[in-house]
């Protein structure tokens, strides 16, 4: 598929990819831009930004785009709903659906679209006592 408008062309993928992280992400905050969008920022050298950035590679052999270099921050759209869902300070699973490469004219420049689809959330702390714990409280 291949939709054009006046920043560039949005190369739609036949079959959406699901990436599903198998390792948590810790260090993880929600960024609303200017114009009203809402990311998932996680670190770029995670397993999901690796993941990503394979895809990119795979897509600058097959297809010859050139992607802008990976930053520190990974940015993934979420919905409204997702960052009210998401809690602070826990573990996450997550999956992100990308459908799509967008070419920008101006910069001869190629992004991969894809966005948050779903997140498991785990307490990063279990509080509950364990039964034969030989740790000493003062």
Known sequence: MKNQ?????????????????????????????ENGKTYLCVKSDSQMGLALLKMQNSVTREKGFQFKPAKKTLYIRMTDQHASEI???????????????????VSNTVFLQFELSAFKATPRIDFDPVANDNAVFP
Not at 16 to 28: A, C, N, P, R, W
Not at 90 to 100: A, D, P, T
């Open 5 to 33: 408008n006046k920043y560039g062309t949005m190369y739609g993928l036949s079959n959406k990819i699901d990436l599903i992280s198998t390792e948590f992400v810790g260090d993880y905050h929600v960024f609303r831009s």
């Open 87 to 105: 809690p602070k300070f826990h573990n996450l699973l997550i999956s992100v659906n990308v459908y799509g490469v967008f070419y920008q004219h």
